[in-house]
């Protein structure tokens, strides 16, 4: 599978968009009316390879919906994931301006009855230099079922333009004993408003426990 995925997705591109992909942290932003896009990773922790598609669309109101699926595997055991979302915010986000917003999401593992966590998340962006750095603040709690257990979250990461087809991202976010996280993150726009391909590299956030994560990534959006 990683034969056939690698190639394709160096074959495509990046669109000049707010947060999502290549970034972990949310943005206070949603898409316009009637306006549909896929995103899709690979993603490599250790042994650890997950393949994930994620499609969203605003068909209609105030609110983006996505439903995406995964699949696990570390060579000794593999696993299928599935994630609901739902994302509104209060206004839009334009240069110079700010935008708070609500993540709403259910991410389990297919099969695993309560084997799952429910979230909340307030995402809170800010536009900088004429649109040239975006600042992203999230702020949430999770939910994880199989233990009944509340953890807060959080996260904080910016966007640099560097022209009309490149950007970076760096970013750093944790959960509550889960740790914590800090990664950077490149994207590239082949095809303006239709194709983008992105990558990241990032570890861990603590003395002596290095978990390099890695992941390739590509976004196709429609009209």
């Excluded at 439903?67 to 609901?84: E, P, V």
């Excluded at 702020?139 to 022209?163: C, I």
């Amino acid at each position: 599978m990683m034969k056939f995925l690698i190639p394709c997705l160096l074959a495509c591109a990046s669109l000049p968009a707010y947060a999502g992909r290549p970034m972990t942290v949310e943005d206070a932003t949603i898409l316009a009316l009637g306006q549909c896009q896929l995103e899709s990773y690979v993603q490599r922790t250790g042994a650890a390879r997950e393949f994930w598609a994620t499609p969203s669309c605003n068909a209609g109101g105030n609110w983006e919906l996505a439903a995406g699926a995964a699949f696990s595997d570390d060579h000794i055991h593999t696993a299928h994931y599935g994630r609901l979302q739902a994302k509104t915010v209060l206004q839009p986000l334009g240069p110079g301006g700010w935008s708070i917003g609500l993540v709403l999401a259910d991410q389990f593992r297919t099969g695993g009855g309560l084997d799952g966590d429910l979230s909340a998340n307030v995402p809170l962006s800010f536009s900088l230099r004429g649109d040239s750095v975006l600042l992203h603040l999230n702020a949430g709690v999770v939910r994880t079922r199989l233990t009944r257990s509340t953890d807060a979250t959080w996260g904080l990461g910016a966007e640099f333009k560097l022209n009309e087809r490149n950007s970076l991202t760096a970013e750093t976010y944790g959960q509550q004993r889960a740790g914590s996280r800090y990664q950077f993150g490149y994207a590239h726009t082949l095809i303006p408003n239709r194709l983008q391909i992105d990558a990241t590299w990032g570890q861990r956030l603590a003395r002596g426990a290095s978990e390099t994560m890695v992941t390739l990534g590509l976004v196709v959006q429609t009209d």
